[in-house]
């Protein structure tokens, strides 16, 4: 079965760090972009970021809010993507879901409060 | 950055035909912005319906198709069931960024 597999949500302090886990089966990262966006409570869908398959070059794109605090990577040898969320601020509260082109994983929440 | 735009609400009735829109505050949303529609149904992980304007993944029911109409990208639903009542939403490419529109939420009644 084609699944995404998320873990690494919680609750953590405004300025903590936070990693999250993708992890495929039934299909390999490696050939598929995946795309994480999130939702705050009660809000719509907003975009993060995607990381790019490595034959199309394996670049990464991040949205506004999180440019420069939030990174993508890969552990090849357990088909896993991670989002390292860093710096967080309370309005990066929301479920974050990544996704391929095969399906969406079924989120993961993340709450950022003191 | 790009302002995506989509009807908050809509009503259709089971067995008849809405369109939903999407919409580009910088102009025409031409194919390549790659539109994107996806489905969201209460407490549920988002569901993709159409990539790529026009593509439906095999889970996709065929009542849904997507399109270019009038400068815009268009999800057509024909034929509604009382399960298509979701929230819908779509996102556009801009240069390698993408944005989503605020959704639109559709009851069938």
């Known amino acids: 079965e084609v699944q995404l597999v998320q873990s690494g949500g919680g609750l953590v302090a405004p300025g903590e760090s936070l990693t999250l886990s993708c992890a495929a089966s039934?299909?390999?990262?490696?050939?598929?972009?995946v795309t994480w966006v999130r939702q705050a409570p009660g809000k719509g869908l907003e975009w993060v970021g995607r990381f790019e398959r490595k034959s199309d070059g394996g670049t990464t794109d991040y949205g506004a809010p999180v440019k420069g605090r939030f990174t993508f990577s890969k552990d090849d040898s357990k088909n896993t993507l991670y989002l390292q969320m860093n710096s967080l601020k309370t309005e990066d509260s929301a479920v974050y879901y990544c996704f391929t082109a095969m399906t969406w994983g079924h989120g993961a929440l993340v709450t950022v409060s003191s | 950055q790009a302002v995506v735009t989509q009807e908050p609400s809509l009503t259709v009735s089971p067995g008849g035909t809405v369109t939903l829109t999407c919409g580009s505050s910088t102009g025409t949303v031409t194919s390549g912005h790659w539109p994107y529609w996806f489905q969201q149904k209460p407490g549920q992980a988002p569901k993709t319906l159409i990539s790529d304007t026009t593509n439906k993944h095999s889970w996709t029911p065929a009542r849904f198709s997507g399109s270019l109409l009038g400068g815009k990208a268009a999800l057509t639903l024909s034929g509604a069931q009382p399960e298509d009542e979701a929230d819908y939403y779509c996102?556009?490419?801009?240069?390698?960024?993408?944005?989503f529109g605020g959704g639109t939420r559709l009851t069938v009644l």
């Open positions: 039934g299909f390999t990262l490696t050939g598929a972009w």
């Open positions: 996102f556009l490419y801009y240069s390698g960024v993408r944005v």
